[in-house]
Every structure is written in C-alpha cells, then in structure tokens.
C-alpha cells in the first residue's frame, strides 16, 4: 500500500521560509517522478515544482520566481521543499505527489497522493 505523508506546514510570517518533507512508503521511491503541488482556498489545485527519478531535472512554475528549491533523498525515500520569500499569496494546502512513467508536472499525470500539509502566510 502506497502512502505519502507531508510534513512541514506552518503558520509563518510574509517573508519567512519554509521546508516541506513528504515521506513515501509502499513504492520503489527511485522509479518515480515527484512533485509539489498546491491548492488555496477558493483557487485550482496547481503545480509548484517537480523533480525527476534521479533528482537532476527539475521544474519549477513561473511563480516560484526562484524563491523554492524542490530536493529529494532516494536513500530516505523523502522528497523536500524549501520555500523563501514566502508571500501570504503561498498560502495553500501543499501536496505531494509521485507519477511513474516519464517526467510531467501535471496533476492528471499523478498516480499517488498524500494528504496534504497547511501552510499559511500571515502579512
């Protein structure tokens, strides 16, 4: 049984940062494709960043503007996100997601999901 739990939300201040972990357990880690996604109260659900198997392609929405760094450890089977310059507009529950068969940062292409993890920006 596949699972994926996120870790890391938080209240936070306009400015500040946060790292997000999404622990996965039930799949070969290292054969899927993973990535962040984010939906806000009243918005779509949308990507933020993914990463690929080996951890050395990665895209980031235009949106990050550089401010979010997507990691991943195949050995912990734990996939990261740094967030800085945190803007109350990043305020969303965050996802994590894992896809097996070529790289896409589409959430129709997703096979897993976990539960999701709060973040909330404060101005």
């Known amino acids: 049984q596949v699972q994926m739990v996120e870790f890391g939300g938080n209240l936070v201040q306009a400015g500040g940062s946060l790292r997000l972990s999404c622990k996965a357990s039930?799949?070969?880690?290292?054969?899927?494709?993973m990535g962040w996604f984010r939906k806000a109260p009243g918005k779509e659900r949308e990507a933020v960043s993914c990463?690929?198997?080996?951890?050395?392609?990665?895209y980031y929405e235009a949106f990050v503007k550089g401010r979010f760094t997507i990691s991943r450890d195949n050995t912990k089977n734990t996939l990261y996100l740094q967030m800085d310059s945190l803007s109350p507009e990043d305020t969303a529950m965050y996802y994590c997601?894992?896809?097996?068969?070529?790289?896409?940062?589409?959430?129709?292409?997703?096979?897993?999901w976990g539960k999701g993890t709060l973040v909330t920006i404060s101005s």
């Open positions: 039930g799949l070969t880690f290292v054969d899927y494709v």
């Open positions: 997601a894992a896809r097996r068969g070529g790289f896409s940062c589409r959430d129709y292409d997703m096979d897993f």
């Open positions: 990463i690929s198997e080996s951890g050395l392609d990665r």
